[in-house]
């Protein structure tokens, strides 16, 4: 099944990391580029996990996830390879109408994690639906190398373009020729 491609606007929304091993790192590194209202529970973290939580100031709870731990959370990330744990909670977090996402289990997930591009305000999102989160991870690669590292400037132009000018079609049009026109330009550089 195909995932539905959406970007989550995460202010005040709190997020649950279940486990603190590499993998949950590894999903931690990708939500702090959104977020920083995260909570780690986990009985054993790894060095970097450690080090982060400290680094940002993030909630732990140094322990084993407890039924009901989800229930103030909007989000809830299972890094463990207990699939029972991956299971209960994905079921669990039906009680409490929070997305779960349980690490290569999609059968106990309601969203997954794409390979992505950030540059400041430019984010791409690159999903294979899980056929090949490999191709994933070097079609990101190529993008970003085609990405120029003028493109924060331009946003920051055309953000202030579209809050100044009036709305309407004449603006659509000079915006939408504007941004065809940087693009054109990439490939002169």
């Not at 909570?39 to 080090?51: N, R």
């Not at 989160?133 to 690669?141: D, I, T, Y």
């Not at 924060?152 to 709305?167: A, C, V």
Request: aromatic share 8%.
């Amino acid at each position: 099944m195909a995932y539905f491609p959406a970007f989550l606007k995460l202010d005040n929304k709190k997020i649950l990391i279940v486990g603190g091993g590499n993998i949950a790192y590894e999903k931690l590194d990708h939500l702090l580029d959104f977020t920083n209202d995260i909570t780690v529970i986990a009985p054993e973290l790894s060095q970097q996990m450690m080090q982060t939580i400290d680094e940002k100031n993030l909630q732990l709870k140094k322990r084993i996830y407890n039924t009901g731990d989800i229930k103030d959370f909007a989000i809830v990330v299972v890094a463990v390879d207990n699939i029972p744990l991956q299971a209960e909670i994905f079921d669990e977090s039906k009680q409490y109408n929070c997305l779960c996402n349980s690490v290569d289990s999609v059968d106990y997930c309601d969203f997954i994690f794409p390979s992505y591009v950030k540059k400041d305000d430019l984010t791409i999102a690159i999903s294979t639906s899980g056929a090949s989160p490999a191709l994933a991870k070097h079609l990101r690669r190529y993008l970003q190398n085609l990405i120029p590292n003028g493109i924060s400037q331009f946003l920051d132009e055309m953000k202030q373009l579209r809050t100044t000018l009036p709305k309407g079609k004449e603006r659509m049009k000079m915006l939408d020729k504007k941004a065809e026109d940087y693009i054109k330009t990439w490939s002169k550089e």
